[in-house]
């Protein structure tokens, strides 16, 4: 929802830190790589209680993700980069809710399960529509810098970071905020859901009418 809006602001600090990368010959995916593995390190701090060393693997994984994004701008994006870039985001968040699982399963599990599954939700709406507009090749002006299609809605990357965020700092609290963000994300299944299909019928029913 604000990802609009606070992208741009991330830009250009990112961009000089990208451009000194580049000079290293440092590449996009190596980046992503690395971010990724980080971020995974907050699975078995978190079944461990260790919410603070959590959230600073949290916190780099996220930095990393837009570091990789201004050294691709720089590089080149590719598609390649950008599929590897979205996969690897997607188990990381899932990640996160299987960490906040071990750390407490009679108070977490259900919370972390349901969602899990509202993280499946959003990322296969995002996801399929992505790989079906290509046929059509949909413009995405909010979005150019983006490899993939990317659809917006009322849970994107800026809400997700806040709630993870949220969920290490204040840990005691996860059920609800769990509950709060598993909202979001099915408000925003639903709209993607809708809109995109309604879009590609529309896309469908215009291609019918060029071919006759």
Known sequence: MFDTRLVPLTRTPLKRLAIYLDRWNVKADQITLIGFMIGMLAVPALALNWYSVALVAIALNRFFDGLDGALARIQGISDAGGYLDIVLD??????VCLGFLLADLDRNGGWAGLLMLSFMGSGATFLAFSAVSGKYSIDNPDYPQKSLYYMGGLAEGSETILFLI???LFPQYFPILAGVFAVLCWVTTGSRL???YLTLKQLEREHDQDSN
């Open 166 to 168: 949220l969920f290490c």
């Open 90 to 95: 997607f188990i990381f968040y899932s990640a």
């Open 194 to 196: 809708w809109s995109g």
